[in-house]
């Protein structure tokens, strides 16, 4: 994706105040850019294979400043790894310091309404592997999303549940740490699922 393409996606997707800004983050690290439907696992991802540009994805269906967390998060991923390879800890001090370094110039009353950004400020003290992994800030972005508003998350649900999301069957299995181990009855494949998605045609268990 070139810089004109990148442009008119990031249009459709972030707050336009930090258009700019995300333009040169790409000006000064460039990457191949795309737009992934909806993934069970991830709202997006960094990867960097020998011989090939940079890949930053990130989900379609985000909320504009979900989507805006998600791209710094994952260009913090790619300048890590064009200083340091692969030889450090995927969330470790190095990203950490770079996401904050990152995001600073964007918590601004411009980009962000002043509870979400009073929030983001507190959250990016110790920024974590997901911005999901922080309850204050995961209700903070649904408190701007309709989507999820009225929505069944995977957390409030029972051990063994039956539930539907993004048109698969999941059972749900146990928790681990941020994410909850889920097996789709489809495919017999288990899945790492946030723990704050929300679900939707929900069986409950009876165990």
Known sequence: MDRAHLQVTLERHIPAAALPYCLQLWDRHPFDFKIRKKRVSKVGDFTCR??????????????????????????????????????REAHGPEWKAVVRQLLQPLLTNEVYPVDLLTVLETHMVNPKASSFSDPELTKAFRDYDSNFKQATL??????????????????????????????????????????D????SVQLSFL
């Open 50 to 87: 020998h011989g090939k540009k940079p890949l930053i994805t990130i989900n379609s269906d985000s909320h504009p400043y979900v989507f805006l967390m998600t791209y710094i998060h994952e260009v913090a991923h790619l300048i890590v790894h064009k200083a340091h390879g692969w030889n």
């Open 154 to 195: 995977l957390s409030q649900l029972p051990e063994g549940s039956i539930f539907e999301l993004r048109g698969r069957w999941f059972r749900k299995g146990q928790l681990k740490r941020t994410r909850v181990l889920c097996h789709e009855l489809k495919t017999k494949r288990n899945y790492l699922v946030s723990a």
């Open 197 to 200: 998605s929300p679900v939707g």
